[in-house]
């Protein structure tokens, strides 16, 4: 199958499902993934950081063992300003691909380029595509997902476990890979952290460790 993860942000597909895009790795899947923004940081570029982040993106690629990856190259923090902005190279990048399975971040993130790359992938996943995908699933972004307001209309709330015990080492080192944005516990990006993430949701669905999806579109044909 083609695999295809939508990330805002370079580390968002390590944190969100690292393990799970090892485990489709080693089903024998074709697995790209597409990085929405290019990063900034303390809200100003930084062309230098920009490329070490590139950089160890690639390197958590390589370690991970999965196949494409894009830099689509827009503006970190401003993605809400203009959803068409994503929709237009995103879709280019889809028809290429054109994946059975799309994995993209939750709806209700605390992060407001996370919320528009959802809403983009709403829209290029959408049933009246040309070639729609028969699954699109939704990970949860550790420092993101949980820090989102107390209200229904933001919850994040799983109903799709994926046992991630034999390859929780791998998304672990390519977590490592990310030395600028990881952190020291309790701070939910860090090793620790994932570790225990991975912990709860394999005690929510009975394996030692998970990672945990919303379901948005599952076709069986």
Same mark, same amino acid.
């Given at each position: 199958?083609? &695999?295809?993860?939508?990330?805002?942000?370079? *580390?968002?597909?390590?944190?969100?499902?690292?393990?799970?895009?090892?485990?489709?790795?080693?089903?024998?899947?074709?697995? +790209? $993934?597409?990085?929405?923004?290019?990063?900034?940081?303390?809200? /100003? /570029?930084?062309?230098?950081?920009?490329?070490? *982040?590139?950089?160890?993106? &690639?390197?958590?690629?390589?370690?991970?063992? @999965?196949?494409?990856?894009?830099?689509?190259?827009?503006?970190?923090?401003?993605?809400?300003?203009?959803?068409?902005?994503?929709?237009?190279?995103?879709?280019?990048? @889809?028809?290429?691909?054109?994946?059975?399975?799309? @994995?993209? +971040?939750?709806?209700?993130?605390?992060?407001?380029?996370?919320?528009?790359?959802? *809403?983009?992938?709403?829209?290029?996943?959408?049933?009246?595509?040309?070639?729609?995908? /028969?699954?699109?699933?939704?990970?949860?972004?550790?420092? !993101?997902?949980?820090? !989102?307001?107390?209200?229904? /209309?933001?919850?994040?709330?799983?109903?799709?476990?994926?046992?991630?015990?034999?390859?929780?080492?791998?998304?672990?080192?390519?977590?490592?890979?990310?030395?600028?944005?990881?952190?020291?516990?309790?701070?939910?990006?860090?090793?620790?952290?994932?570790? &225990?993430?991975?912990?709860?949701?394999?005690?929510? !669905?009975?394996?030692? @460790?998970?990672?945990?999806?919303? $379901?948005?579109?599952?076709?069986?044909?």
């Amino acid at each position: 199958m083609n &695999i295809l993860i939508v990330a805002p942000h370079m *580390d968002d597909e390590v944190l969100g499902m690292g393990g799970t895009i090892a485990k489709h790795v080693d089903n024998g899947d074709e697995v +790209c $993934v597409i990085i929405v923004t290019d990063r900034v940081y303390n809200h /100003s /570029s930084n062309f230098k950081l920009l490329d070490e *982040d590139k950089l160890q993106a &690639i390197n958590a690629k390589k370690i991970l063992g @999965y196949n494409q990856i894009f830099f689509l190259g827009l503006a970190d923090e401003k993605l809400d300003s203009l959803v068409q902005e994503i929709i237009i190279p995103l879709e280019e990048q @889809y028809n290429n691909f054109l994946p059975d399975i799309v @994995y993209t +971040c939750h709806f209700g993130d605390n992060n407001q380029d996370h919320r528009a790359v959802f *809403d983009a992938v709403r829209v290029v996943t959408r049933q009246a595509q040309k070639a729609p995908p /028969s699954k699109v699933f939704l990970y949860e972004t550790p420092s !993101s997902t949980e820090q !989102s307001p107390p209200l229904l /209309s933001s919850a994040f709330i799983p109903n799709y476990f994926v046992n991630i015990e034999n390859f929780l080492n791998q998304k672990v080192l390519a977590l490592q890979c990310y030395k600028n944005e990881i952190k020291d516990y309790p701070h939910p990006r860090s090793i620790e952290g994932v570790t &225990i993430y991975a912990q709860f949701r394999g005690i929510q !669905s009975g394996f030692n @460790y998970a990672e945990a999806f919303m $379901v948005m579109k599952d076709v069986w044909a």
